[in-house]
């Protein structure tokens, strides 16, 4: 029932994008998905992955099948599009065989499976196709939020920003002095986020094939919420960047081109400014942060490698937010306890709510709203007593996790059990 349920609310939410895409001429997520059955495919390393997640629930021998029907139905389609000349500059010449590998593999469950096998070829045909719908159901809130919010807040979180002394103004210089290579390497980082997530999770599921069950809490379930819930927050607080606000890429909608050379002045008070029908507005919080943080979160229980990994995806992602000038440091505090404050509430939901896990979420909800609240109605104040400010967003930010680790910390301890006392030898008189 959990399933079934958990299915319909998303295909009811999937229709409801495409509808809303659709007034606006686009595409929406289930078209978009259906195209890359034919169509090249926006990311081919995306389809691999998801694919990849979904032979968790396969055995060895059948993941080799997959991987080399994935491969050859690759194949033929790439001949096809060579002998026909087709355009391939908006896609990857490869992936939709990973995308009619999983389809296949849902087919085979209802149609040649029963029970508790048809469930698990199921669930994880599910895994591979959520993870695609995620990233289509992104693209689309992005067109959303351009068409539908035509004012930004830029200028309120460039003045808050002055508290952490304009981060993204001192790394978007450092990025550039790095040169091409520097910033090559950052945007491969940035832009196969969701690859690297597969990789941890293949690390959580990797019992799947022989337990034939899935964890009830993994990385998945964290990355899919963080991309449902963020968007909304998107409509609520809508924010270009800086590289689009006070740069170049922003055109004659700049406020200035200010970025990355000289942060903006704190002399004029903050107001709405307009902005085109172009530019997602999808900064706050960062989601990209956001996720980052997520895989860093749930790499700390794996090798030492993984652990390694996720650090780096950690770093590497948060300078590139701010190198390129796609966000605010503002908008990674915010973004960091976004998601500490959802896995916190996945974590309560998989052991079962009580009175830590409740105080744990409303703390860390609190301090989300509490952010935003201040970004929108403090930040003359933010930016003229830095000394004050930004330690106290560092703090507040460093409050919940904190909670967050004292708090598991507590869930995970087992209990002790009472030491068995030595019995007593008495000694008998004679």
Not at 301 to 306: A, E, Y
Not at 368 to 380: E, G, H, K, Q, T
Request: with cysteine.
């Amino acid at each position: 029932m959990l399933w079934t349920t958990a299915g319909a609310v998303t295909l009811g939410f999937l229709i409801a994008l495409e509808i809303a895409a659709r007034r606006y001429g686009m595409p929406g997520p289930v078209t978009s998905q259906a195209q890359e059955v034919i169509v090249a495919p926006k990311s081919g390393f995306l389809l691999y992955a998801c694919m990849a997640l979904t032979m968790v629930v396969l055995t060895r021998r059948q993941r080799f099948v997959a991987l080399g029907a994935a491969l050859g139905i690759d194949a033929v389609f790439l001949v096809v599009r060579w002998a026909v000349g087709a355009d391939l500059t908006d896609g990857h010449p490869f992936g939709n065989g990973a995308l009619w590998v999983i389809l296949g593999i849902a087919v085979i469950a209802v149609t040649r499976r029963t029970g508790q096998e048809r469930v698990l070829l199921l669930k994880g045909a599910g895994l591979g196709l959520l993870l695609l719908a995620g990233r289509k159901t992104g693209d689309t809130w992005l067109l959303i939020t351009s068409k539908t919010r035509p004012m930004v807040l830029d200028q309120y979180l460039a003045t808050a920003d002055h508290a952490l002394g304009n981060p993204s103004w001192l790394v978007g210089r450092v990025v550039t002095a790095t040169g091409p290579v520097g910033a090559r390497a950052l945007d491969y980082v940035y832009a196969q986020l969701a690859v690297a997530a597969v990789v941890v999770a293949l690390y959580q599921l990797r019992h799947v094939a022989a337990e034939r069950r899935f964890p009830r809490h993994h990385l998945v379930r964290t990355f899919l919420v963080i991309g449902l819930v963020g968007p909304g927050i998107y409509m609520i607080f809508p924010v270009v960047g800086p590289i689009f606000a006070y740069g170049a890429d922003g055109g004659h909608w700049a406020v200035a081109d200010l970025w990355p050379d000289l942060p903006p002045p704190i002399s004029a008070v903050p107001h709405e400014i307009p902005f085109d029908e172009i530019t997602p507005r999808n900064c706050m919080p960062s989601l990209h942060t956001a996720w980052a943080t997520a895989i860093f979160m749930h790499s700390r229980r794996g090798p030492r490698v993984l652990r390694y990994a996720g650090t780096f995806w950690l770093v590497a992602t948060l300078t590139a937010t701010l190198g390129f000038g796609y966000h605010y440091g503002v908008d990674l505090v915010a973004g960091v306890v976004f998601t500490v404050t959802i896995e916190a509430a996945l974590r309560s939901l998989e052991r079962g709510w009580d009175r830590s896990g409740i105080q744990l979420v409303t703390y860390g909800v609190a301090v989300f709203a509490a952010l935003l609240v201040s970004y929108r109605c403090l930040p003359m104040e933010m930016a003229e007593r830095p000394w004050l400010f930004g330690p106290l967003l560092i703090l507040a930010m460093a409050s919940v996790i904190y909670a967050y680790v004292r708090t598991t910390s507590q869930w995970e301890q087992k209990p002790v059990p009472a030491p068995q006392s030595e019995p007593e030898h008495e000694l008998v008189s004679g």
